[in-house]
């Protein structure tokens, strides 16, 4: 589950001081600090919150908490990427491999096998 608390409050700025809030916060519900350390096992420095490994009768009761915003499943999703090499229509292979032919329309061989290129992203 990811436990979302809001916005980073000022006090919490040491990162060892979120994860000990976030801690103090599951002792409440679990009974033992063993329990509440054991459960975390990512606390979010961006924003107030926390990934932890709960029952659902645990994530219930925390999201009834004082300060707790939302508590929801945390679920693996497929990424969509545009870095597979099939997509940018490349071979798996080593372009500078002696043993593997790269053929005359690959896109390796149509960009120079990478020289003189410059790839940055610019995230607005």
Excluded: C, M
Excluded at 3 to 25: I, K, M
Excluded at 75 to 82: C, D, I
Excluded at 104 to 123: P, T, Y
Aim: without cysteine.
């Amino acid at each position: 589950h990811v436990v979302y608390l809001g916005e980073q409050h000022e006090d919490f700025l040491e990162p060892e001081s979120v994860t000990n809030s976030h801690h103090e916060l599951l002792l409440s519900t679990l009974g033992s600090k063993e329990a509440a350390t054991n459960s975390i096992f990512y606390s979010y420095k961006i924003f107030n919150g926390f990934a932890a490994d709960l029952e659902e009768e645990h994530a219930t009761a925390i999201s009834k908490l004082p300060g707790v915003v939302s508590v929801f499943l945390n679920r693996e999703h497929k990424l969509h990427t545009t870095r597979s090499w099939g997509f940018l229509g490349l071979e798996d292979g080593d372009p500078k491999s002696e043993t593997e032919e790269i053929p005359s329309f690959s896109l390796w061989r149509k960009a120079g096998f990478g020289k003189d290129v410059i790839v940055a992203n610019l995230d607005t």
